[in-house]
């Protein structure tokens, strides 16, 4: 549980960088800051998946609350207005916990409500539950809903377009406010609906003016909910995209409840660290059609091919959630074309996007780490051919010039074009031009093959074993000719036929890390001593040196300035993975290099309890204190520190071993993956 007393809660500063997160299985989301206080465009009572799990619509933005004593009335919410904070609910609020929901606890004279957020699985639905203790003679609660029915993307200003009226039914008020979208239905307890019609103007959200984006909304108060909380002290909101009973949030509670308990039952060790983060990884997990994904980050991300490949292990397979990791394997796969697996799924659903050279090796990783967990060869089979097939066309070429070169390396990229993971261009601005042979996707290729070398042995394709195996050998040799840099001693970043990338990145780290490495020991050992020294911070990896003179420390300012910082030395956490993966095993598995790891992940840990609440942001800057920036929860970043902390450091790895990277210890240690700082 993460536990916040006043002096957080009514302190507005440290309220606004602390935001919570509820989802719904479908791309769906509700969130906030702590204090009540919108700071971003994507914050919202129900922000609704309309094409699951995309098209994401904010519905609701928020309700505003007025707690009503004795005929004195009290402001309960939080909003920033040009040049002045109003109202200032923030000072009534004692408590925040997510204990597992949101919950907030005000006080005001001797009345204290307790307010409680929770989304319902499987639904685009959030239920805000209130209760009430005082001694006064009469309470009242005054709740206005404040509705956006825009793109999560976008923005609301007053307009005429709207329809403001609302459908009255027992114990349901409803709202189509816009042709072509859904109706919005908030089902209540209350005792009396008054019809009011204000547009309340000019929010702003200070997060958008900070990254350079238009930062100010009007929303639109369709109707004033009052509830006389004298003789019955709780209230209920049901706001969603279908009909309601106020009655059922009580079921709806229970039921959330027993679902998160029995996640939490698949943690495999009772450290609190892991535990909490296993029991964040469901919130990425979604639906898409009859299979599931894996949302990326939240707030803005759609389910992302790389991303999904890489946090698949940590996602599901740690915690023993075969079926879901089947199932997403299963979707991706129906979506390959031409050898590429998607990078993207649009938010607006059209036509996947297949712009990545990276995802589809990661693809054969993701099936590997199946395979060891489960021993499932039968799906493994079904998706023989498929992976197969991609070789094939990766030998032959595919789309944007990705071709295997007569020296058994990857070749990829075209002018402009952006296909690894540090994939950021301003305009015509390629700020990480990998065009060529980039180290880590030659890791993957190596990989890959031998990963088929494996599988067709099982399957008995002796023929195609052969040929896998003598593959991997001309691009181990070739590898090792022209990646290495025999000066500095480490791996250079970029191949390209001129004069090779010497910039010290962290891609390196997945010819160390991979189930498969290319590297003797000498050289891995090497690989991992210059990122350590020179890439590695308490929350991961920095993307360039500080040394190199294209660095940037810091991660701010507009799209463009925030884009040229992105790969140029900003830290990703999910980075710090693979490294730990790196370093443990060029360490022999020893107990001293897990508890070093258990160690590094403590600022992390502590982390749970900043920006995005119990999650991993995105990234961090380059430079210390290292803020949190981008998404305030991704799952990479979950996933990968999860894998490692498990897989690594817990030394709790799959039964079957025949697929998983050999170590020369597989005892389990309890290392102290760092002391949380009490808040």
């Not at 209920?236 to 709806?252: K, L, N, Q």
């Amino acid at each position: 549980m993460i536990r916040f007393g006043e002096k957080i809660c009514a302190n507005l500063d440290a309220g606004l960088r602390r935001e919570w997160l509820e989802t719904n299985g479908l791309g769906g989301f509700a969130s906030a800051t702590i204090n009540g206080c919108n700071t971003r465009r994507y914050h919202g009572l129900l922000v609704a998946a309309t094409k699951p799990p995309v098209g994401r619509f904010v519905l609701l933005s928020k309700l505003e609350e007025t707690l009503i004593i004795d005929g004195r009335r009290y402001e309960l919410g939080t909003n920033r207005y040009p040049g002045v904070i109003h109202p200032v609910g923030f000072q009534y609020l004692k408590q925040f916990r997510l204990d597992p929901f949101p919950t907030f606890t005000f006080g005001v004279e001797t009345t204290e409500v307790e307010k409680k957020v929770f989304m319902v699985q499987g639904e685009n639905t959030i239920v805000i539950q209130y209760r009430v203790k005082g001694k006064a003679v009469r309470i009242q609660l005054e709740i206005r809903p404040l509705i956006a029915f825009r793109d999560y993307h976008s923005l609301t200003h007053e307009n005429e377009g709207l329809n403001p009226r609302i459908e009255q039914q027992p114990g349901e008020i409803s709202v189509s406010p816009y042709p072509g979208l859904p109706t919005l239905h908030l089902a209540n307890n209350n005792d009396q609906v008054e019809s009011t019609w204000h547009w309340y103007r000019n929010f702003e959200y200070e997060a958008e003016r900070e990254r350079g984006l238009d930062f100010t909304e009007d929303l639109f108060n369709p109707c004033v909910l009052v509830f006389d909380l004298s003789s019955e002290p709780k209230a209920t909101i049901i706001a969603s995209t279908e009909s309601h009973d106020a009655d059922a949030a009580e079921e709806y509670c229970k039921r959330e409840i027993s679902r998160r308990k029995d996640n939490a039952l698949h943690s495999p060790v009772g450290d609190d660290f892991v535990t909490s983060l296993e029991a964040a990884a469901d919130q990425y997990i979604v639906s898409r059609g009859e299979q599931q994904s894996v949302i990326a980050g939240y707030h803005w991300f759609s389910d992302w091919g790389r991303d999904t490949m890489i946090a698949l292990p940590g996602l599901t397979l740690t915690n023993q959630r075969y079926d879901v990791a089947r199932s997403i394997l299963r979707t991706f796969s129906q979506h390959i074309d031409r050898g590429m697996l998607p990078n993207r799924f649009p938010d607006a659903g059209e036509t996947p996007e297949y712009n990545t050279v990276d995802a589809t090796l990661w693809f054969f990783e993701a099936v590997r780490a199946y395979l060891a967990y489960t021993g499932d060869l039968d799906f493994v089979q079904e998706v023989y051919s498929v992976l197969s097939d991609i070789i094939a066309w990766h030998v032959r070429g595919t789309r944007f010039s990705i071709k295997l070169d007569s020296a058994g390396l990857l070749n990829s990229g075209e002018p402009g074009v952006q296909l690894t993971w540090m994939d950021a261009k301003v305009g015509d601005w390629v700020v990480t031009p990998r065009r060529g042979k980039p180290v880590e996707i030659q890791a993957l290729w190596y990989n890959a093959v031998r990963i088929m070398e494996d599988i067709a042995a099982r399957l008995d394709d002796e023929n195609a074993r052969k040929r896998y195996s003598n593959m991997a050998t001309l691009t181990k040799w070739s590898f090792n000719r022209m990646f290495w840099n025999e000066k500095a001693g480490y791996l250079y970043d970029v191949v390209n036929g001129g004069p090779p990338d010497a910039s010290i990145r962290p891609n390196q780290i997945f010819a160390v890390s991979l189930p498969h490495s290319m590297l003797s020991p000498e050289r891995a050992k090497q690989v991992v001593s210059i990122v350590q020294q020179h890439l590695l911070t308490p929350y991961g990896l920095r993307t360039l040196a500080p040394s190199d003179a294209q660095y940037r420390g810091r991660y701010t300012g507009d799209g463009g300035s925030r884009d040229g910082a992105y790969h140029q030395g900003t830290v990703w956490p999910w980075l710090m993975g693979p490294f730990i993966t790196a370093y443990i095993k060029v360490n022999g598995g020893s107990d001293a290099a897990r508890r070093q790891a258990g160690a590094w992940l403590a600022p992390l840990k502590d982390h749970l309890t900043d920006a995005g609440l119990g999650h991993i942001s995105e990234i961090f800057d380059g430079d210390a204190p290292h803020r949190p920036v981008g998404c305030i929860a991704q799952a990479w970043s979950m996933a990968e520190i999860l894998r490692a902390a498990v897989e690594e450091i817990y030394g709790i790895r799959p039964q079957d071993m025949a697929f998983s990277r050999a170590t020369t210890s597989n005892q389990a240690v309890t290392p102290a993956i760092g002391q949380g700082a009490a808040t």
